[in-house]
């Protein structure tokens, strides 16, 4: 059973729109969404992470929104650039946990 | 400056060739993992480990072999027994297990000649 959905898989946006990615889980236990962002040839790197505590975490054009009810968190990014344009990963993992689960990835273009 | 380094970046293994992927990590992380990524199915964990001599199999374990006898090493074994081995491997470290965030390396792409 995959712990972590993620979609879509590809996303194009216009430049200066918003590029919403979804991402759910299915273990109450896990505590801690990071999501990721990674450019071709190079290893993921953390972008903004949330912990269940807080509804919403916010970082420049990056926004994640935690629903605890529907177990989502998605991943909003505000005046989409083209320098934006790489492949987004969520994750998830618990305190008690010993490994990380991440989503499918969403391959982002964001087009001038 | 600290970070996990991977070596080599592009490596090309014969058929029936034993590999292995280099990880080092200067963070004084506990934790470290082995994921291999394919285009469209994300970031699948190989194995990790929690402390020096000690390591678990993830989920797509087999073919590959791993040791951690030092707190900032974690290389990878790629074995013949792998039968399609062409893919993205990536490193990654955490403060301590299942918490935080992991830090990745920038990655090894391994290619069957």
């Known amino acids: 059973q995959q712990q972590v959905k993620q979609s879509p898989q590809s996303l194009i946006v216009q430049k200066g729109g918003i590029s919403i990615i979804n991402c759910a889980y299915e273990?109450?236990?896990?505590?801690?969404f990071p999501w990721y962002q990674q450019f071709p040839g190079k290893g993921p790197a953390l972008l903004i992470a949330?912990?269940?505590?807080?509804s919403e975490k916010k970082e420049g054009r990056f926004t994640i929104s935690f629903n605890k009810s529907a177990k989502q968190f998605p991943l909003h990014i505000m005046d989409s650039q083209p320098g934006d344009s790489a492949t987004y990963f969520c994750?998830?993992?618990?305190?008690?946990?010993?490994?990380?689960?991440f989503g499918t990835g969403t391959s982002l273009t964001v087009i001038p | 400056d600290g970070g996990i380094t991977q070596s080599p970046k592009y490596l090309f293994r014969k058929e029936g060739q034993n590999v292995t992927l280099s990880c080092e990590q200067n963070?004084?992380?506990?934790?470290m993992y082995w994921y291999r990524q394919d285009p469209g199915q994300g970031l699948r964990l190989i194995y990790y480990?929690?402390?020096?001599?000690?390591?678990q199999k993830g989920d797509i374990a087999e073919g590959y072999s791993v040791s951690r006898e030092k707190k900032e090493s974690f290389p990878l074994t790629v074995t013949s027994a792998q039968k399609n081995p062409t893919a993205f491997y990536l490193c990654?470290?955490?403060?301590?297990?299942?918490?935080?965030?992991?830090?990745f390396g920038s990655g090894t792409r391994l290619t069957v000649v």
């Open positions: 990654a470290s955490s403060i301590i297990s299942g918490t935080g965030f992991n830090t």
């Open positions: 273990n109450t236990a896990f505590d801690y």
């Open positions: 949330i912990r269940p505590d807080v």
């Open positions: 994750a998830a993992s618990s305190s008690g946990g010993n490994q990380f689960y």
């Open positions: 963070l004084n992380h506990d934790a």
């Open positions: 480990s929690q402390i020096v001599n000690d390591f």
